[in-house]
Nanobody
Framework: EVQLVESGGGLVQAGGSLRLSCAAS????????IGWFRQAPGKEREGIAS????????AYTPAVKGRFTISSDTAYETVYLQMNSLKPEDTAVYYC?????????????????????WGQGTQVTVSS
């Protein structure tokens, strides 16, 4: 059974940092890409970062590039999202998701419809 479990969310002041984790199980980790998404109240879910587990290539959307860093620990089958310089507009439920990719897949900013498996989400709240 495929499982993705997010953790690390919480309440932080603007300018602060958080690190989210996405623990994966039930599939061949190095054959999948992992994406991070977020959904703020009243807004659509948006993709913010992705990583290829087989070559480590990464991609970000402009809203988070330079502030967030996605990384992967294949030994622990866990993907992290380091979030720095947080802003109130980063407040959202953050989700990780997985999709199967070919060996030569290059990371691109994730699109919701491309991903097959989803975690339950973790709340991030940034106070001003």
């Amino acid at each position: 059974e495929v499982q993705l479990v997010e953790s690390g969310g919480g309440l932080v002041q603007a300018g602060g940092s958080l690190r989210l984790s996405c623990a994966a199980s039930g599939f061949s980790f190095d054959e999948y890409a992992i994406g991070w998404f977020r959904q703020a109240p009243g807004k659509e879910r948006e993709g913010i970062a992705s990583i290829s587990s087989n070559d480590g290539s990464t991609a970000y959307t402009p809203a988070v590039k330079g502030r967030f860093t996605i990384s992967s620990d294949t030994a622990y089958e866990t993907v992290y999202l380091q979030m720095n310089s947080l802003k109130p507009e980063d407040t959202a439920v953050y989700y990780c998701a997985a999709k199967y990719v070919a060996a030569n897949w290059g990371a691109s900013p994730p699109q919701t419809y491309e991903y097959d498996f989803w975690g339950q989400g973790t709340q991030v709240t940034v106070s001003s």
